[in-house]
């Protein structure tokens, strides 16, 4: 039997409906209430335009920091050796 909640993968056994990643996200939203759970969903998982412009420049420059902190100055008078 498929599971009948994503309709894609087996259910996790004969008598029961879902697989085991759909079990476990039930299992796990019923411990909150579901206004709480779809406030929570929509913040993590649903983003505007806006929102996702916003996350790509924070991974950009983040990308960018890191790239800087890996380049090491050569050592000069300037610089000297640590
Ligand atoms: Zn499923």
Redesign the pocket.
């Known amino acids: 039997m498929?599971?009948?909640?994503?309709?894609?993968?087996p259910?996790e056994g004969y008598f029961k409906s879902?697989?085991?990643?759909?079990?476990d996200?039930r299992r796990m939203l019923i411990l909150h209430e579901p206004k709480k759970c779809v406030e929570i969903l929509q913040f993590c998982l649903l983003r505007n335009n806006t929102q996702v412009d916003n996350k790509k420049k924070l991974v950009v420059e983040k990308n960018l920091q890191d790239s800087l902190n890996l380049y090491e100055r050569p050592n000069t008078r300037n610089n000297p050796k640590k």
């Open positions: 498929v599971c009948s909640y994503c309709n894609i993968a259910s879902y697989c085991k990643p759909c079990a996200l």
